[in-house]
């Protein structure tokens, strides 16, 4: 997918997010008119760059013939539009760094919500009061503003990452623990920076 040029990457995503409304995989005149391009050749060009990448192939289940995306692409789609990203660790505890190795995780739909998520696992213990373990997942929505009583993933000085409740006034930001052995955690509010707040979780019961 990298090496597709602009142009590529707007057919086959028009392709994959449109292939319900064609009774049959679309033509080369089909798409023509469906992307407002006026040289089939043109698009030819793209096409045959598209089935060279693995990722369309023609289709000669009817007379007039098609274009569809190949079963790998398919599979690759469907897997993706039931994940969600998987950015790394975030500490329950004492704050370590963030981590972006984005791959991706299958989370079940009544734990996400309408607004981009992700999920992290959590490492410590200093959310366990709230019933949050070393090992969990966690899905988080993606926002930069939260409730009072939320928990949430702050950013600390743009380098460390920790999951807490928040509580906010014009002068302090608590960071609180949910393990009656730790203390909150005192920061002004510009060294502070929500990036996200809990709306689910996922744990694994399997002994390693």
């Not at 142009?7 to 409304?21: K, V």
């Not at 008119?33 to 060009?45: D, I, T, V």
């Not at 289709?59 to 079963?71: E, S």
């Not at 002004?188 to 707040?197: A, D, L, T, W």
Request: hydrophobic letters at 40%; charged letters at 25%; one cysteine or more.
């Amino acid at each position: 997918m990298n090496d597709l040029t602009r142009r590529q990457r707007e057919i086959f995503d028009f392709l994959r997010d449109n292939y319900e409304r064609f009774a049959y995989p679309p033509t080369l005149d089909a798409l023509c008119a469906a992307l407002g391009m006026a040289s089939r050749g043109s698009l030819y060009k793209h096409i045959m760059a598209l089935i060279a990448a693995g990722l369309v192939e023609p289709f000669t289940g009817n007379k007039q013939g098609g274009i569809r995306l190949t079963a790998q692409a398919q599979r690759d789609y469907a897997a993706c539009e039931h994940s969600l990203p998987f950015v790394g660790k975030i500490a329950a505890g004492k704050p370590i760094e963030a981590l972006e190795n984005v791959n991706y995780m299958a989370v079940p739909e009544v734990l996400k919500s309408d607004k981009p998520c992700y999920v992290l696992q959590v490492q410590g213990d200093s959310m366990v009061e709230a019933g949050i373990f070393d090992g969990d997942w966690v899905i988080i929505e993606q926002r930069s503003y939260a409730d009072n009583g939320e928990i949430v993933v702050a950013l600390i000085e743009r380098s460390e990452a920790t999951l807490k409740y928040i509580e906010q006034s014009t002068d302090k930001v608590l960071l609180i623990p949910a393990n009656s052995n730790m203390t909150a955690m005192t920061y002004r509010p510009e060294q502070v920076e929500i990036q996200g707040v809990l709306i689910g979780q996922m744990r694994s019961y399997r002994s390693h």
